[in-house]
């Protein structure tokens, strides 16, 4: 009989997103154990000392596995199934390049950019958005997703930028992504949501819009502390 | 067995992540051109072989390139995998998760830490990146614990993944050393990392890749010139 497997994880979370929708690409039924960030739980804390973040993998009895990408990777190498990563070397060190590019260069300008308050730190961070997002923009190249005509790998790795997109921006009122300059990244937005499988993981989006609309003071000030700090 | 000309290297000396390249590249005996660069001053080549972070490891494999270096080694173990040559990477998935976890971590915690060392301005500020290297490698004495399973290196019998990430940092905490009269990794503190730290210097595969620690001192100055005010 096949080992358990558990996932600890929390509302919204991009990162827990990643993981969810390649188990369910897989087929791997999972418990789900819905974490309170604000109050985390000793199994987290024992399972994630060192991050102290979801998403965490437990299957079986075996120690945990951390960091969302590396649980897709974990999941694509440990059942069967659809290929999650690319199968050629080449396509797999580019799928992993560019993810790390999204993490860093992507998603943080990202954020800061839509919830600080107006100066030339925020402009700082919208013109870096915007130039990193044109090159994850020419690497769709025509495609529907980042690696061709399935999901895959750097598409979950953008997700981020995906069904939290919307959300984000209404209640922040911003508006970096728009159609005009990014016409791919749009089409992307809209094919990775309403695919089969990531729908099916995907949180309603009046609920995503209530959580951020709930957090957005927050937000806000912390990301504005964080400007000032530095 | 690739033939110089499909395969090049641009890279730095004293660069950790080169080193972690090259030495995933001599582990499986493979031959390639190696062209350094002159990161002060970089070059049209590494320019248009890393358009996005014109940074080195590139590896350059029939024209195209890879960037990154845990990808690169990553390829390389691919690329160059099964038969003969060792597999740089575990075998099952849950150790490979494991050892991509601490190799990432590395990247993320030890690097940033150490380089800070290297690169304080004031006595107070040295202190307390030293600390966070400390801090660090506390963690990565745990890590080394459970990873080995009572074996000599992190990957077990032999020089693995995690080894490398960790392994090319090593001439760079002896560099420190002589620089600043630091001791990183020390025996009172972290006794599994010193005894690995000894046998992953001394390791067959590696041994002959890393760089003298006069060159990284000379590197250090430069850098401290450019970047300390």
């Known amino acids: 009989m096949a080992k358990a497997v558990k996932l600890i994880g929390a509302f919204g979370s991009p990162f827990v997103h990643r993981a969810e929708v390649a188990l369910h690409l897989k087929g791997v039924p999972y418990e789900l154990i819905r974490e309170d960030l604000t109050n985390k739980s000793e199994l987290l804390l024992r399972h994630n000392p060192i991050h102290k973040t979801v998403p965490v993998l437990l299957h079986g009895d075996r120690p945990a596995i951390c960091e969302s990408l590396l649980i897709v990777e974990y999941v694509d190498e440990a059942f069967d199934g659809p290929p999650l990563l690319p199968v050629d070397p080449y396509d797999r060190a580019m799928a992993r390049f560019w993810a790390q590019f999204i993490e860093q260069k992507c998603s943080m300008p990202f954020w800061m950019a839509v919830w600080l308050d107006d100066g030339e730190a925020r402009e700082g961070f919208v013109r870096e958005t915007r130039a990193n997002l044109a090159l994850l923009e020419a690497r769709l190249q025509g495609n529907r997703f980042f690696a061709g005509d399935a999901v895959g790998y750097l598409d979950f790795a953008a997700c981020g930028l995906a069904h939290l997109l919307g959300p984000i921006e209404e209640v922040a009122g911003a508006s970096l992504v728009g159609a005009a300059e990014f016409p791919a990244l749009r089409r992307w937005v809209e094919a990775y949501t309403s695919d089969e499988a990531v729908s099916a993981c995907l949180p309603p989006r009046e609920q995503l819009v209530a959580n951020f609309a709930g957090k957005k003071d927050k937000i806000k000030m912390a990301v504005n502390a964080m400007v000032q700090r530095s | ?229």
């Not at chain 2, 800070?116 to 400390?134: I, R």
Request: with cysteine; charged share 25%.
């Open chain 2, 1 to 229: 067995m690739a033939r110089e000309g499909d395969l090049k290297l641009l890279g730095l000396v004293v660069s950790p992540f080169v080193v972690r390249v090259r030495m995933a590249l001599s582990m499986k005996g493979v031959s390639y051109e190696y062209i350094e660069q002159d990161v002060f001053n970089k070059s049209e080549l590494l320019i248009r072989y890393n358009p996005v972070h014109k940074k080195v490891p590139v590896l350059i494999h029939h024209g195209k390139p890879i960037c990154e270096s845990l990808a690169i080694v990553e390829y390389v173990d691919e690329v160059w995998g099964g038969g003969a040559p060792p597999s740089i990477l575990p075998a099952d998935p849950y150790e490979r998760a494991t050892a991509r976890f601490w190799a990432t971590y590395v990247d993320d915690k030890l690097f940033p830490a150490w380089i800070g060392v290297m690169k304080a301005a004031t006595e107070e500020e040295k202190a307390e990146k030293v600390s966070q290297t400390l801090a660090v490698l506390l963690h990565l004495e745990e890590a080394f614990a459970k990873c080995s399973n009572g074996k000599a290196f992190f990957g077990g019998d032999s020089v693995g993944y995690l080894d490398l990430a960790l392994g090319c940092n090593l001439f760079w905490f002896e560099t420190l050393r002589e620089m600043f009269d630091v001791e990183l990794i020390d025996e009172g503190r972290t006794p599994l990392l010193a005894s690995w730290a000894q046998r992953f210097g001394e390791a067959a595969a590696v041994k002959d890749l890393v760089p003298n620690v006069d060159k990284a001192v000379e590197h250090a100055k430069k850098m401290r010139r450019v970047f300390v005010h």
